[in-house]
């Protein structure tokens, strides 16, 4: 374990953090708008922090190239965000500010995460709302009109926005309309169906990337001033996650293994209430928003092997586990505390559902009390597409009976190492949204994700990125230099050997397998026995897949198995990853819980005497990663631990 | 429910757009009730993959119903016989045991196929291009409270705005129009009041896009509002024809 390091300077700004993002933006260094054509910007990723990036810096008049791997920007993942997003509106007048949200993300994360973000993003929710309304976004509103709001897990005020279960989807359209609104006025050039597989640096910086075009299969390169990764995070390296299916790491890994440091990749978000798994070959797990814990209480049979079917238990029979333990919070306890208590419960045979090795996979969340208080028009009005959804993936009407839940990965809060100004520790290449390392900690509340992408896109990275360009020679890079043409050799050069592999095994069994491992080694709990056999048995699986991988070539370009090998092949790296972090924090802290480490009540217990920094991965080609640390001050909000209670 | 089933898929092969393209069956035995039926695919793929044989090419990202990514026909419908329900959604318990289904993609000039079960939907991002959205920059909003808007008003344009983009309306149309897709945005815009200064403008515009792209017109025969996954009304066409002559 090394020490802090030279390279991991943060650019915080001193002083207090209430105005130190004013206070940044004061002093970074302008483009004036007649010269703001003569940059280009490439963005990666359409997703709330990509297109909102690539719409406000074309506003700015910047030219802006967009690469995204989806047909349409309108598919990332963003879309399907289903609870809404938090803003330091006060507007329930219950004692919200955005002193409360800073505080309530900075206890959120347990104590891992930047202050100064923190705050900065607190700072920055009430404008989203503003520019999102403006865009069009049909937000649920109040018979008289205004903004309607609720609370979410973590939290003890109303501050979350939303437009039903589908708050993403409607965001992300404002954010495809700003978007397409600059394709139209020709300054962002839109390129669908393309995989960035290469980030080309230039003497040290980020000057472009190696893309590999879905419909013809040829190789590309696109050149810019500035790099955006906003390629969103890496839960698929479970296989089962809420994740869409395509969601990969390939753009964030290429730029690590460039040089790129990856912070805190251990720090992986299990959300508790989705549907719980079923058939060997389930392909993804699905989300029931976290919203439901509003109006459903969560509850377990008392006795264990109580197999009655859920009405025909007495109430004196149940156990409403986490309003027992967390009178305060009780439903709406942060999304790793439910998770543990859930899985603990499970792991003693008391989980309900189809029995499998240790019992049932699955703990009830009840609509039924809000149904009898609000009546089932109330419940429909608010959850309806949820409701319907569940009902079409189970069979089960969540009306009349239960639904049945349990924790799936669903964010990952770790990702590329970035400073107070979204720059990597590759000069030249911003990493914005869920693809960074984020302002989330350890464990991310509800209902900020869309917050955070949107403060990227929108308004730190339009800031940030021009100051960048501002301050630097940037001399042209042509099509053919040879970093252009390394880059694009070293990708022909990857799939020849992919394909080379000749073996008669789909590189589906192995996410499935990677995703096995992962989840039962790197989970929800973790130990370090087993996450030290974890990384034997990795390696055992990366050595099948160099010898075993079935990827024929049939001659057309467009080529699925190959677009997944490339994917699960930079998921192992990641994977790798992780396990060493996951190894070397020693401590339990947010969702990253180690067993040797916690209360006598079960509880995470965080180390700050050794712990208390961001671990920073730095790749070395041919040896072992090596583990910076950048420290972690608190002069606002004094670390103690989180008790929900 | 049954422990298992039988189905035998009658899938589109068409290895790329210039290719001709035929049918093809594949039998698969002892199926769970609770895979869903892209998962059916993905089985069949692992097993072509293994066999050395090229898998079948279709659209999929969520698999949850909200990224639009998939579509295409199940005997002939546009994702399949559930109303309001794309196919990603679909699962076995919902077809008989034994039964053929015949999977093919969308057809309409305007949606290209690309491989198998895959078409190209650009053309909607295209039609959007011209002016389906509010222009503003960020940085110019007002107060999100300063225009009131009703709960029932706000409530109608989400409805309108649930638009997944995925392409059944044009699928399930002997026009291939895209009437349903487009009235839906105007709609959403329109009902609201930020919308509204632009909204003449985009209503003429959105409609000439749509014909340069290729769709065709409406002739009332809904089916559109019958395929939609999100149950958008067809009324709202009615409602568009009228706003073209504001």
Known sequence: MSGASARLDPHLPGGPVATAWQRCRDGLPLVAPGNRRRFTILVVGSGLAGASAAATLAEQGYRVRLVTYHDSPRRAHSVAAQGGINAARNDANDGDSIERLFRDTVKGGDFRAREAGCHRLAELSLAIIDHCVAQGVPFAREYGGTLANRSFGGTQVSRTFYARGQTGQQLLYGATGALLRQVEAGRVELLTRRDMLELIVVDGVARGVVVRDQRTGALQTFTAHAVLLASGGYSNVYHLST????????????????????????????????????????????????????DGRVWLPARVDDDRPPERIPEHERDYFLERRYPSFGNMVPRDVASRRARELCLEGRGVGPRGRSGGQGVYLDLAEAIAREGRGAIVARYGNLLEMYERITGDDPLTTPLRIYPAPHYTMGGLWVDYRLMSTIPGLFVLGEANFSEHGANRLGASALMQGLADGTFIAPATVPAW??????????????????????????????????????????????????????????????????????????????????????????????????????????????LRDALAREESCGAHFREEHRTDDGEALRDDARFCHIAAWEHREGAEPVRHQEPLAFTSVTPARRDYR | MPGSLSLTLRIWRQADPDSPGAFEDHRLEGLSPDLSLLEALDLLNGRLVGEGRRPVGFEHDCREGICGSCGFLVNGQAHGPRARTSVCQLYLRHFADGATLVLEPFRARAFPVLQDLGVDRSAFDRILAAGGYCSVNAGQAPDANALLIGRDQAASAFDTATCIGCGACVASCRNASASLFVAAKLAHLGQLPQGQPERARRAVALQQRMGAEGFGGCSSHLECEAACPKGISADWISWMHREGRR
Do not use: Y
Not at chain 1, 258 to 284: E, M, R, V, W, Y
Not at chain 1, 533 to 539: D, G, M
């Open chain 1, 243 to 294: 994740n869409a299916l395509r969601s990969n790491a390939t753009a964030i890994w290429r730029a690590h293994l460039q040089g790129a440091l990856f912070a805190n990749p251990c720090f992986t978000q299990i959300h508790p209430t989705c549907i719980p798994p079923g058939d060997a070959f389930q392909s993804k797990l699905t989300l029931m928003s976290e919203s439901l814990r509003n």
């Open chain 1, 469 to 578: 360009l501002a301050s630097q020679p940037l001399p042209p890079v042509a099509d053919d230099h040879p970093a252009c043409r390394a880059a694009m050799a070293a990708v022909a050069e990857r799939i020849s050997a992919l394909r080379a592999v000749g073996g008669s095994r789909p590189v589906d069994d192995f996410h499935r397998a990677l995703g096995q491992l992962m989840i039962d080694a790197c989970g929800i709990s973790r130990t370090g026995p087993r996450l030290g056999r974890a990384l034997v048995e990795l390696a055992e699986l990366r050595a099948a897949f160099a010898a075993e991988l079935a990827l024929p070539d049939h001659g057309t370009a467009i080529d699925p198995e190959l677009e997944k090998a490339l994917r699960v092949e930079d998921l192992f790296g990641l994977a790798e990853l992780m």
